[in-house]
């Protein structure tokens, strides 16, 4: 006689798991589902998306990154795509789209692979293989760029802001995203180093996108203090300081007892001295213009503006630096400590109105290591769009100069690449080589869906194109507007190798994780039944609803 075998649980009621090919199955169709979400949108003639919030907020892009982070995915497989594309964004700054279409790719080809019985670290072997040698194959691609070659580094701009809400004034943008760089870069050591928070963009609705204006300086959403200041400052001196220009309260709870009005008279003459002294210490050491980081006091509001001294407050500790940069000066937090050398040089500094609001303008300084690209335009969505296309293109043009290498767009370099990978899995013997021949596979997806976004054939399309790749004409693109191949690197669309080399190296390893996971386990109700099944109350499942392993 046979006893019933009584199921054994090792997890809490309400743990939901997947395993084996059915996990697979679907991490790689969340996978996917993100990077069809996104692929519309790549290349010149993508469109955009509109996505709406709780509180009914709405956001107009095709920024890869953007689009992600606005939908907040909550798949967990799906999370780590979107990971790729956060990677992609502060790595290099452009080119999510193209990180994630291809790590979606790399995922349905591998799917086909186990399909046919083919193990998964088999798989994500080849695949790793087949990343490490597309390294060297973009690298040997690769074409020199410098600081002085101007011409370059706006088309370079100009390639990152096609296709995007900017695109109708990409000339100006591209000029201002080149000039803001070559200001802000500095050689180190014979490498050029450029952060591009030196570069802020400061937003303001009214006008037209042409009227985006470079600030050789810094652009404060700050007023001055007083109306009985001066409007404007010429050969401003400027100090910054951030300590507060008030009296300051006492830290511990202080009585002070007065027993007739004349010691009152004598303690705020005395609060007044104090606050005159302030101003003069501050005039003493020759500035004209004052930056506080803090707070000013109305009386010394007062005698700031009877001196002519400008000043504005409440200056946010980002600004304050960008200031020190920008102008020279230095930051001091003690006032008695100021002194002319601590001050920053302008040629101008004023107050100017942008649309309904006044704005603080640090202009014309010598030597600025930090810039403003005042953007304008008809909407706040379209300044937004116009924002995250300068973000891209400042992102390229500073990657392409750290590491001093270029390739062509237009889908040229995956076309080069898939073909050389091709050659590469000949060389190749046992099961690794179909996985190094699904990862060219996947490069193509590029081209196709440039090929698909433009309304045209994406067989015809790559037929031509692998054609001229194997005549040897290494930068042959598609033209999305004539649905010809054309010469990307004479018609100018060029982009850093390190979009390139990023992308590869991000999507392959998501994808390689997410192929490497067969047992997906959802945990179990956490504090008041959290992590149950939708609709099961608190407390149901007893032993019947756990899982029996």
């Not at 009005?261 to 005039?283: N, Y």
């Not at 006091?297 to 980002?318: E, F, M, N, T």
Request: glycine residues 8%; charged residues 30%.
């Amino acid at each position: 006689m046979t006893k019933d075998i009584q199921p054994i649980f090792i997890m809490p009621e309400g743990t939901q798991r997947s395993t084996g090919r059915n996990a697979q199955r679907n991490n790689i169709m969340a996978a996917k589902l993100v990077a069809e979400t996104v692929r519309t949108t790549l290349g010149p003639k993508g469109m955009d998306k509109m996505i709406v919030d709780s509180l009914g907020d709405v956001t107009i892009t095709n920024d890869g990154v953007t689009i992600l982070e606005e939908m907040q995915i909550e798949h967990p497989a799906a999370k780590m795509i979107v990971e790729v594309a956060k990677t992609q964004e502060d790595e290099v700054g452009d080119g999510t789209t193209t990180a994630v279409v291809l790590a979606g790719e790399l995922l349905k080809k591998a799917e086909d692979l186990l399909e046919q019985e083919i193990h998964p670290t088999v798989i994500a072997k080849g695949y790793r293989i087949a990343a490490e040698k597309a390294q060297d194959i973009l690298d040997s691609i690769a074409e020199p760029v410098s600081i002085k070659d101007t011409v370059t580094l706006k088309k370079l701009a100009m390639t990152a802001m096609t296709g995007k809400g900017a695109e109708s004034a990409k000339e100006l943008l591209s000029d201002l995203t080149v000039t803001a760089i070559r200001n802000v870069a500095e050689d180190r050591d014979s490498r050029i180093f450029i952060d591009a928070d030196d570069i802020k963009i400061e937003k303001k609705v009214g006008g037209r996108v042409e009227d985006t204006e470079l600030v050789a300086g810094i652009v404060l959403d700050k007023e001055k203090v007083h109306s009985g200041m001066p409007r404007n400052v010429l050969n401003a001196r400027i100090a910054l300081v951030d300590s507060a220009i008030e009296i300051k309260n006492t830290e511990i709870d202080a009585k002070i007892q007065i027993t007739d009005p004349t010691q009152l008279q004598s303690f705020l003459d005395m609060e007044e001295k104090m606050l005159r002294d302030m101003v003069s210490k501050i005039e003493a050491s020759g500035a004209n213009v004052v930056f506080c980081q803090k707070g000013i006091d109305d009386l010394a509001q007062h005698y700031l503006a009877k001196k002519g001294i400008y000043a504005a407050r409440r200056v946010k500790k980002s600004d304050m630096e960008k200031l020190e940069k920008a102008t020279g000066a230095s930051v001091v937090t003690n006032l008695d400590d100021l002194s002319p050398k601590d001050l920053g040089k302008a040629g101008l500094v004023e107050e100017v109105k942008v649309g309904d609001e006044d704005m603080t303008f640090v202009r014309e300084c010598r030597n600025p290591k930090s810039v403003t690209v005042l953007v304008k335009g008809g909407t706040e969505h379209v300044i937004d769009e116009v924002k995250r296309a300068m973000d891209d293109a400042i992102g390229d043009v500073a990657a392409a100069l750290r590491n001093g290498r270029i390739v062509a767009g237009a889908a040229s370099v995956e076309v080069e690449l898939a073909k050389e990978l091709r050659k590469f899995a000949d060389s190749l013997s046992g099961r690794e080589q179909l996985a190094v021949r699904a990862f060219s596979d996947a490069v193509e997806v590029i081209p196709r869906t440039l090929a698909e976004n433009a309304g045209l054939d994406p067989i015809d399309v790559l037929t031509e194109l692998k054609s001229a790749h194997d005549k040897k004409r290494k930068w042959a693109g598609i033209n999305v507007f004539t649905g010809k191949v054309m010469d990307a690197w004479q018609a100018g669309v060029l982009e850093p190798l390190k979009i390139k080399t990023q992308a590869i190296s991000s999507a392959s390893e998501v994808a390689i994780m997410i192929l490497r996971i067969d047992d997906v386990i959802a945990g179990g109700p956490g504090e008041g039944g959290k992590g149950m099944p939708p609709g099961m109350p608190p407390g149901m499942g007893g032993p019947g609803g756990g899982m029996d392993m």
